[in-house]
């Protein structure tokens, strides 16, 4: 048995009944339960967040408990808590997961010497093609369902995701405008407004998981449209 220590934010923070996970400021020190490498412990460890993330899908945050997680791996919730020490830390811990196998935005190349329109294009097929995937369509869903209730899931789902996407395009709008490709503006409105180009369309029957006959066309002309609009209110020349 190995002690680990992990931070969370402080208002993730629970200690458990029986004191097993003493607290050091905002860190909690938690139990792994592994065997040599370690292997156990991260095979158990995405197990819960497996199990999590379907019991949210289905379920809804409110309605789902770290009780009846505990119960479909398997194991006590004592258990459960050594890995994640409150509801919202593995929520914080299912969003990560979605967004690291999901999230191809936060990651696509943004080349400064790309001409303006074919990576307009190209960043807003590798947006869509994210924001279109199941698993992120439903975690949008489910953060919208239950953000009058439980608020705080909104901002761990935008800090981990939307935020990041939006700034990570803003700096190459910022670096655009200082080598005279787009106007002079304010850079994360730039970034807002082509993102939300983008979902003007197909999106918004997607998140409503209405219909959309010839799909993959309705994407390609979102775009073209999107990149036509941006490049009219941003553009030089």
């Not at 369309?201 to 002309?221: C, H, K, S, W």
């Amino acid at each position: 048995m190995v002690w680990q220590v992990r931070t969370w934010p402080s208002h993730c923070m629970v200690r458990e009944k029986n004191g097993t996970s003493p607290m050091i400021g905002d860190r909690l020190i938690t139990r792994a339960f592994q065997d040599g490498d370690g292997a156990h412990g991260a095979k158990r460890r995405r197990q819960i967040i497996i199990a999590a993330t379907e019991a949210f899908f289905a379920n809804g945050y409110g309605s789902t408990t770290m009780t009846s997680i505990a119960s479909k791996v398997g194991g006590s919730k004592t258990t459960l808590w050594s890995y994640f020490p409150s509801k919202e830390a593995l929520f914080a811990a299912v969003i990560d997961d979605i967004i690291e196998t999901r999230g191809e935005a936060l990651s696509v190349d943004l080349p400064d010497d790309e001409e303006l329109r074919p990576f307009l294009a190209r960043f807003g097929a590798v947006l869509m093609a994210t924001l279109l995937s199941e698993p992120i369509l439903n975690l949008h869903r489910l953060v919208i369902g239950e953000a009058r209730r439980f608020p705080h899931l909104a901002e761990l789902f935008y800090e981990r995701g939307p935020r990041r996407g939006k700034a990570r395009l803003a700096d190459y709008f910022a670096r655009a405008m200082h080598q005279g490709r787009l106007r002079q503006g304010d850079p994360a409105v730039a970034a807002q407004q082509f993102a939300a180009l983008c979902q003007a369309g197909t999106y918004q029957f997607a998140i409503m998981n209405l219909p959309i006959p010839d799909r993959e066309a309705q994407v390609a002309a979102d775009i073209e449209y999107a990149v036509e609009a941006f490049t009219r209110g941003w553009a030089l020349g």
